[in-house]
């Protein structure tokens, strides 16, 4: 079993930057492929971005590439999303999950073993 635990979400204005943070335990965080995902009000949970267990390659969905930034410490067991040029749009629960590290840079929901709470990001026009 892994245990996430996201934080670090908020209410902010657009154009606004906020750092989330994934803290896992319970296995070895590094045999982990992590991602991020979101979901708005109404609507289904969707892709953000991923990263694998190595660190050597990311994967980010269209509406947040060039905005968002996935990064990991593996010392740390502690996966990463920085969050930049925020927009009303970017609103949405947003979660970290895990699946066993693998080739495969994962972007569906069902390809992901573990997930965390979710924190709230909240980004006012």
């Known amino acids: 079993q892994v245990q996430l635990v996201e934080s670090g979400g908020g209410l902010v204005q657009a154009g606004d930057s906020l750092r989330l943070s994934c803290a896992a335990s319970?296995?070895?965080?590094?045999?982990?492929?992590m991602g991020w995902f979101r979901q708005a009000p109404g609507k289904e949970r969707e892709f953000v971005a991923a990263i694998n267990w190595s660190r050597t390659s990311t994967r980010y969905a269209d509406s947040v590439k060039g905005r968002f930034t996935i990064s990991r410490d593996n010392a740390k067991n502690t996966a990463y999303l920085q969050m930049n040029s925020l927009e009303p749009e970017d609103t949405a629960v947003y979660y970290c999950?895990?699946?066993?590290?693998?080739?495969?840079?994962?972007?569906?929901?069902?390809?992901?073993?573990?997930w965390g709470q979710g924190t709230q990001v909240t980004v006012s026009s």
């Open positions: 319970g296995r070895t965080f590094s045999n982990y492929n």
């Open positions: 999950a895990a699946r066993r590290a693998d080739s495969i840079l994962a972007i569906v929901v069902t390809q992901y073993n573990y």
